[in-house]
């Protein structure tokens, strides 16, 4: 398996989000949805519309069993995530039980591969000429949580990490590097 990079910079996500709405809003959900909550390609792959949609609006959470441990995990579906669910799931009749990501070609969902490329064209289209790949879209989750203040126990426990120096690493955070890190309550 090939070493990917996270997206660091938000310009570049959102020159990524625009290129990919060129092509169809699945491609910009499958990328929002990714960048948005750390989940797996495969989990991400094997959605269903009634795992995300409530029938009229998007679920607040998404709830994931994982396979190795039997336990339900929760994601958030922020704003972002919501406001293109509400565009993709208008666009057509859905069933509850459909693929999010379907196939263009049946109702099967897109595979691995057509993800991949989904994802690595729309990278260089917008110039990133750095190695891109399907795990970029939870490294690009995690790089961007670490350095908004989340805890590394936590995207240690959301990437199933057994270790902190694993997650950092795998993020491609330096753990020399000093960086001032945003930690805003806002309350």
């Known amino acids: 398996m090939q070493f990917v990079n996270p997206i660091r910079d938000v310009k570049t996500i959102e020159a990524m989000k625009e290129e990919l709405r060129k092509h ?3 491609d910009l959900l499958l990328f929002v949805l990714g960048i ?3 989940i797996s390609l495969l989990d991400l792959l094997s959605l269903t519309v009634q ?4 029938g009229q609006n998007a679920k607040q959470f998404l709830y994931i069993k994982d396979e190795k441990t039997g336990e339900e995990k ?3 579906l922020n704003h972002k995530i919501a406001e293109i669910l509400n565009e993709y799931l208008s666009s057509e009749d859905w069933k509850p039980e459909d693929y999010l990501f379907k ?5 099967r969902p897109i595979t691995r591969q057509q993800a991949y490329r989904i994802i690595n064209h729309s990278a260089r289209e917008v110039g990133i000429s750095e190695k891109i790949g399907t795990h970029t879209l939870r490294k690009t989750f995690g790089y961007h949580a670490y350095y908004r203040g989340v805890a590394i126990s936590i995207l240690k426990s959301i990437l199933h990490h057994h ?5 950092l690493k795998y993020l491609g955070i330096d753990k020399t590097e000093k960086r ?3 930690v805003d309550v806002n309350l």
């Open 163 to 167: 270790s902190t120096a694993e997650t």
């Open 51 to 54: 795992d995300v949609w409530d």
């Open 36 to 38: 948005n909550t750390g």
């Open 74 to 76: 929760a994601y958030y």
């Open 103 to 107: 196939s263009k070609k049946d109702c």
């Open 180 to 182: 001032v890190i945003k």
């Open 24 to 26: 169809s809003v699945r």
